[in-house]
């Protein structure tokens, strides 16, 4: 790649980050604005409910996706433009077989899956919510599906807009069931299914030049399940990293905890708008600059600022988290606060992990990266017993950190030991020591006092973070990074 393809990659990039981003903040935003509402209107315990409703939401559906969505991203810059109609046929054969293969799923989830998770937490058996929950991640694979389409080919304007639309209708409508109506919980997942049945129909509308409904094209169908497949265990390891500690909190400390937990997690997600920006607009970015050796200064690069830009992001969250709190939510949310910066990390690391993984993606060796997860997964179920029952949500968000800290570090060293790209490991431990330092502090031994000394000590650790990133000699020559970005 020559210099001028390659900062046409890096203008590239930089714009699809900044739209993705300023969704993100746009999305993020408008979450936020239903959060005073939703802890008005659901008590600790329903809310709490409804993050176990949307757990069991989240595992189906990664049944029903097979893997698909690697394969898609796999398989499309396979088709070049000559073969446009044999792209068509393939798009739309994952689209039948997510459909077709999600319709047994979702009928065998209804009957089955209230009577599972009665049987663990004796809870009530309400075949009518978890019937609309199902029914509402069915219709979400054809939003799922466009909104990759959206991506790989570079549309960010498209996919924004569509995820703005999904919030936005979605938000409108769980004010009219649950207040309005008074529906309840049950009100909470109707909207969803409604507004992502709209959604659904508007994102066939986008992607019609990839699909074609002439007939079944079951031909691929074999090819997709055999390459998808491999990454289940992964997306299933995953999961649990990310789901672990809210069904330990349910069966130790009840779903008023598991409420309480989740309003944290929300505010800690504040950090995903930087994170799904870079991550979305990195990966396919990412593809191509990994195909020669001579771009590896560009990963080192991007793993420093970003990681640096992020551990910034997750002191600053944590010293206003005890007024964002104390602003936003009602007062049975109030502790909360305490969990935020911890779990600010989670979404962090998630988002470094595409940067650091390459070296596996590049050998062609993505069941190292299952093998990895499940590890990872085990510490985190490890972690969460020992932890939860005796320190409740903190513990479970002390979990969470150490399951992705493992997770980060053993993908980094396999990573480097199968494409070596020479990370600058000394620089990003500094900034993830002092930004984990910073919180725990603040924390556990300044108990969210948001006085000057820690105002003042907090802006140091920025400033030190930023030196790093600054003064390093190796960053690409930044007004030249401007002619192209400009």
């Known amino acids: 790649m020559g210099v001028r393809e390659l900062m046409d990659s890096i203008k590239r990039f930089s714009k699809e980050a900044l739209i993705y981003g300023i969704g993100g903040i746009l999305n ?40 698909m969505d690697a394969t898609l991203s796999m398989y499309f810059y396979k088709f070049d433009e000559s073969d446009r109609g044999e792209r068509k046929c ?42 609309i929950l199902f029914l509402g991640v069915l219709i979400n694979q054809i939003v799922s599906i466009a909104s990759d389409i959206m991506r790989l080919t570079h549309k960010p304007g498209k996919f924004l807009l569509v995820s ?74 995953m999961y649990l990293m990310n789901s672990t500690d809210r069904w330990f909190l349910e069966i130790y400390k009840g779903v008023e905890s598991v409420g309480i937990y989740a309003i944290g997690l929300k505010f800690a997600y504040i950090l995903s708008l930087l994170v799904e920006g870079v991550r979305q607009a990195w990966w396919p970015v990412a593809m191509e600059l990994v195909q020669k050796d001579d771009n590896k200064k560009i990963f080192r690069n991007a ?48 988002g470094f992990f595409s940067i650091i993984c390459i070296g596996i993606w590049k050998s062609e060796k993505s069941y190292i990266n299952a093998i990895i997860m499940g590890m990872s997964a085990l510490v985190c179920v490890m972690c969460n017993w020992l932890l939860v029952k005796s320190y409740g949500y903190v513990g479970s968000a002390i979990s969470t950190i150490i399951a992705y800290l ?75 990074f401007k002619k192209y970005i400009f």
């Not at 979450?31 to 329903?46: A, D, K, N, Q």
Request: hydrophobic share 55%; charged share 10%.
């Open 28 to 67: 993020k935003g408008l979450s936020f604005l239903m959060i005073p509402i939703y802890t008005r209107i659901f008590s600790v315990g329903e809310y709490g409910a409804i993050e176990i409703l949307n757990l069991n939401a989240a595992f189906v559906s990664i049944i029903i996706s097979l893997g």
């Open 406 to 480: 493992f997770w980060i570090t053993v993908s980094l060293y396999i990573s480097e030991s199968l494409w070596r790209v020479g990370y600058k490991l000394k620089i990003m431990l500094m900034q993830i020591t002092l930004a984990l330092g910073y919180t725990s502090w603040f924390v556990f031994v300044e108990l969210g006092n948001m006085n000057i000394v820690n105002a003042i000590v907090g802006l140091i650790i920025i400033l030190i973070i930023l030196s790093m990133i600054i003064v390093d000699k190796e960053k690409i020559n930044i007004n030249g």
């Open 90 to 131: 393939f798009v739309s054969s994952i689209l039948q077989l997510r459909l077709i293969w999600g319709f047994f799923v979702a009928i065998l989830s209804t009957l089955l899956v209230p009577i599972i998770f009665g049987l663990i937490s004796n809870g009530d058996l309400n075949f009518e919510i978890y019937g």
């Open 164 to 237: 703005l639309m999904s919030s936005i209708v979605c938000a409108a409508l769980t004010i009219f069931f649950c207040l309005a109506m008074n529906y309840g919980v049950f009100g909470y997942f109707l909207a969803l299914a409604m507004s992502g049945t709209l959604i659904a129909i508007y994102s066939i509308h986008l992607i019609k030049n990839y699909l074609s409904f002439s007939r079944i094209y079951s031909e691929y169908w074999v090819k997709i399940i055999k390459f998808g497949v491999p990454f289940m265990p992964a997306a299933i390891t």
């Open 303 to 350: 793993a420093e600022i970003y990681l640096g830009s992020a551990a910034i992001g997750v002191i600053l969250l944590t010293y206003c988290s005890p007024k964002l709190i104390d602003i936003l939510v009602s007062e049975q949310y109030r502790e909360s606060w305490r969990i935020v910066g911890l779990l600010a990390w989670q979404p962090v690391l998630y």
